[in-house]
């Protein structure tokens, strides 16, 4: 399957987290290092051209939280965004990991700081996209010292 273009999806609203689940499935191919990726929808909940990958380390530490909340801060109004969806994207099964935890529970963080609306943080892996549910990752222990 080919990675849908903008042109062809523009139009169509993501209302659910379904939707945007199937959305990020189609838009993200297997990665072998993980990511973050930042997207916005417009007023409508239509997905917005900016789509923004960032390799990121394997440990999420306190300084990202605020980094991608500015990120999210910046880009968002830049674009004319409604709300914001962010995706950790790595390598490996649907099992959620210690990791996939931290890294979560950053972006959930970086959303509310960001003082927009959102959606997720939704974790993409070789077998596709979940929503994680936030009490799998709320006590989760983000790193203090620098990335």
Not at 42 to 57: C, G, H, K, N, T
Request: hydrophobic share 45%.
């Amino acid at each position: 399957m080919s990675i849908p273009s903008y042109d062809s999806v523009r139009g169509i609203p993501l209302l659910s987290n379904d939707e945007i689940m199937d959305r990020i499935d189609a838009l993200l191919e297997p990665t072998t290092h993980p990511h973050v990726w930042l997207m916005f929808l417009d007023e409508r909940s239509r997905q917005l051209p900016a789509l923004m990958p960032y390799e990121v380390p394997v440990r999420a530490k306190l300084e990202h939280c605020a980094f991608f909340a500015e990120l999210v801060r910046e880009v968002g109004e830049s674009v004319g965004a409604r709300r914001a969806f962010l995706t950790f994207e790595r390598p490996g099964s649907w099992v959620v990991t210690a990791r996939d935890r931290r890294w979560l529970h950053t972006l959930r963080e970086a959303s509310l700081l960001s003082g927009f609306a959102f959606r997720g943080p939704f974790l993409a892996h070789d077998s596709g996209v979940c929503l994680v549910p936030p009490d799998d990752y709320a006590d989760a222990v983000v790193d203090s010292e620098p990335a």
